[in-house]
């Protein structure tokens, strides 16, 4: 267990590095970003996601979680994902190219036909670095995962800021997006020693997509879950709207993305060689939930409670709409790092048909709600993407109940010592400080104080998390 305990501590570290680095430089060039350019450019973008988000899926083929699913996967099974991904995305793309001028036609934006080409080859560029990051993956190596990362946001987000500067509208996103995943795929190929080799098993692939083709499935109905709602807001209302929408969901993802992929990076793999024993696999479960509510819910209380100095100082006052959709959608965003801690469990049991069947079930009730909520506004629709959060995280731990005894209601009672001491010193924070005037000012003295006070009730109320991150960064000078 010892050896098993380093390679997590040594994961959670890198992979800190990593996502906060890369978040990092997501949100000061965002910023620099939105301040260069309009809300209908995001808008645009926006329209197109779901397609591009959905293209990856099945380039990606679900082979990814399958290779590092499977303890003895060789050179055989590696080179057969790669040739196949390949030869799946020019597929793809091929698709996507000859239905640009449909996809346009649907939001009625003439522009889109031209971004759609542009935008999918993206789709090409990611495929050719798959196995290397599933290896990489595999043996908990996020160090090279954090140097690609850093580097190639680094790289498109200068790109896309240059472009901007010279006045490239909405180009300078797709700009910043193509560079960025040509820098990475380049980067994985230069820091890892795998190769392909000129194998192809059909036998292989098959067992392979046994397990993939039901991640597969769940990918497509959970890329759907996620963008749907782009897709409506785009259709029914303007591109200034649904700018709006992204910018809030951008907002929001910082904190829940940065948890959740540490924490499913490091737990997957982990669950996986501790998955046959019951009692080990609960203490790694309990640990990631309330490790996850302990980093989450400070960020997502200073998100909520200072959201309007936040868009009015960094975005402008253009962006001021999105304020009240980047509250409501942030307290969703609780459930995504949960959610993914125990959809982790369900595939390291090798259960991809029960991930499927829970993303079936998700996406049924994300249709009806949008089909009672999209004739409200906008606001009424994230209302209810909250809420359908809220099912989601239910259904996905009915199933972490039944095989370890460990429920939703056992989770959400783990997670609400952590929930009530953020939320109190946030809004504490914003009640003492609310006489000063200046909003950059306010912004930064109660995000501070806010953080600063979660950490002293953290130690004053012995939060047992506060000690592991302190262990963690002792070990880490140690070696040093």
Same mark, same amino acid.
């Given at each position: 267990?010892?050896?098993?305990?380093?390679?997590?501590?040594?994961?959670?570290?890198?992979?800190?590095?990593?996502?906060?680095?890369?978040?990092?430089?997501?949100?000061?060039?965002?910023?620099?970003?939105?301040?260069?350019?309009?809300?209908?450019?995001?808008?645009?973008?926006?329209?197109?996601?779901?397609?591009?988000?959905?293209?990856?899926?099945?380039?990606?083929?679900?082979?990814?979680?399958?290779?590092?699913?499977?303890?003895?996967?060789?050179?055989?099974?590696?080179?057969?994902?790669?040739?196949?991904?390949?030869?799946?995305?020019?597929?793809?793309?091929?698709?996507?190219?000859?239905?640009?001028?449909?996809?346009?036609?649907?939001?009625?934006?003439?522009?889109?036909?031209?971004?759609?080409?542009?935008?999918?080859?993206?789709?090409?560029?990611?495929?050719?670095?798959?196995?290397?990051?599933?290896?990489?993956?595999?043996?908990?190596?996020?160090?090279?995962?954090?140097?690609?990362?850093?580097?190639?946001?680094?790289?498109?987000?200068?790109?896309?800021?240059?472009?901007?500067?010279?006045?490239?509208?909405?180009?300078?996103?797709?700009?910043?997006?193509?560079?960025?995943?040509?820098?990475?795929?380049?980067?994985?190929?230069?820091?890892?020693?795998?190769?392909?080799?000129?194998?192809?098993?059909?036998?292989?692939?098959?067992?392979?997509?046994?397990?993939?083709?039901?991640?597969?499935?769940?990918?497509?109905?959970?890329?759907?879950?996620?963008?749907?709602?782009?897709?409506?807001?785009?259709?029914?209302?303007?591109?200034?709207?649904?700018?709006?929408?992204?910018?809030?969901?951008?907002?929001?993802?910082?904190?829940?993305?940065?948890?959740?992929?540490?924490?499913?990076?490091?737990?997957?793999?982990?669950?996986?060689?501790?998955?046959?024993?019951?009692?080990?696999?609960?203490?790694?479960?309990?640990?990631?939930?309330?490790?996850?509510?302990?980093?989450?819910?400070?960020?997502?209380?200073?998100?909520? =409670?200072?959201?309007? !100095?936040?868009? %009015? *100082?960094?975005?402008?006052?253009?962006? $001021?709409?999105?304020? #009240?959709?980047?509250? &409501?959608?942030?307290?969703?965003?609780?459930?995504?790092?949960?959610?993914?801690?125990?959809?982790?469990?369900?595939?390291?049991?090798?259960?991809?048909?029960?991930?499927?069947?829970?993303?079936?079930?998700?996406?049924?009730?994300?249709?009806?709600?949008?089909?009672?909520?999209?004739?409200?506004?906008?606001?009424?629709?994230?209302?209810?993407?909250?809420?359908?959060?809220?099912?989601?995280?239910?259904?996905?731990?009915?199933?972490?109940?039944?095989?370890?005894?460990?429920?939703?209601?056992?989770?959400? =009672?783990?997670?609400? !010592?952590?929930? %009530? *001491?953020?939320?109190?010193?946030?809004? $504490?924070?914003?009640? #003492?400080?609310?006489? &000063?005037?200046?909003?950059?000012?306010?912004?930064?003295?109660?995000?501070?104080?806010?953080?600063?006070?979660?950490?002293?009730?953290?130690?004053?109320?012995?939060?047992?998390?506060?000690?592991?991150?302190?262990?963690?960064?002792?070990?880490?000078?140690?070696?040093?």
């Amino acid at each position: 267990m010892s050896s098993l305990k380093k390679k997590a501590t040594k994961g959670v570290i890198w992979s800190a590095i990593d996502k906060s680095s890369s978040m990092g430089i997501q949100f000061i060039f965002g910023i620099i970003l939105a301040r260069l350019l309009l809300p209908e450019d995001y808008g645009l973008i926006g329209m197109i996601t779901i397609f591009i988000t959905i293209s990856q899926a099945i380039v990606e083929s679900g082979f990814s979680r399958a290779l590092i699913q499977k303890k003895n996967a060789d050179q055989i099974d590696y080179s057969t994902t790669f040739f196949f991904n390949f030869l799946i995305s020019l597929v793809v793309y091929a698709i996507l190219y000859l239905s640009a001028p449909s996809i346009a036609s649907f939001y009625k934006e003439p522009i889109l036909i031209d971004l759609v080409k542009v935008v999918g080859l993206n789709v090409i560029v990611s495929s050719a670095a798959i196995i290397q990051r599933t290896i990489m993956i595999k043996k908990i190596d996020f160090k090279s995962q954090a140097i690609v990362n850093i580097t190639s946001g680094v790289t498109g987000a200068l790109i896309g800021v240059g472009c901007a500067l010279y006045g490239y509208g909405v180009w300078s996103l797709v700009f910043q997006y193509l560079s960025r995943n040509i820098m990475m795929s380049l980067m994985f190929w230069f820091l890892s020693d795998w190769r392909p080799s000129w194998i192809f098993s059909t036998q292989a692939l098959k067992k392979l997509f046994d397990f993939g083709s039901k991640i597969l499935a769940s990918t497509l109905l959970y890329a759907a879950f996620q963008n749907i709602y782009l897709v409506v807001i785009g259709k029914v209302y303007k591109s200034e709207e649904l700018g709006y929408y992204t910018r809030a969901t951008l907002f929001k993802q910082i904190p829940a993305t940065l948890v959740t992929t540490i924490m499913q990076n490091v737990t997957f793999p982990i669950l996986v060689d501790v998955i046959e024993d019951n009692e080990r696999v609960k203490n790694v479960m309990k640990r990631s939930v309330k490790l996850t509510a302990f980093l989450l819910f400070p960020m997502i209380a200073i998100l909520v =409670v200072f959201a309007y !100095p936040l868009v %009015l *100082v960094l975005l402008t006052e253009k962006w $001021l709409p999105t304020v #009240i959709l980047l509250q &409501i959608l942030a307290v969703g965003a609780i459930f995504f790092p949960i959610n993914a801690i125990n959809t982790n469990f369900i595939n390291a049991k090798g259960r991809s048909d029960l991930f499927l069947k829970l993303e079936i079930i998700n996406t049924v009730f994300t249709l009806l709600t949008i089909a009672i909520t999209y004739q409200f506004g906008m606001t009424i629709i994230a209302i209810g993407y909250v809420i359908v959060s809220g099912i989601g995280f239910f259904t996905y731990s009915y199933y972490t109940a039944k095989f370890i005894s460990y429920s939703g209601l056992k989770q959400l =009672v783990d997670m609400l !010592p952590y929930l %009530l *001491v953020s939320t109190a010193v946030t809004l $504490l924070s914003y009640g #003492i400080w609310s006489f &000063i005037e200046n909003q950059l000012i306010y912004l930064i003295v109660g995000a501070i104080s806010s953080g600063l006070s979660y950490v002293l009730c953290s130690y004053f109320f012995k939060f047992k998390e506060m000690e592991d991150l302190k262990q963690i960064v002792v070990t880490k000078l140690k070696k040093k």
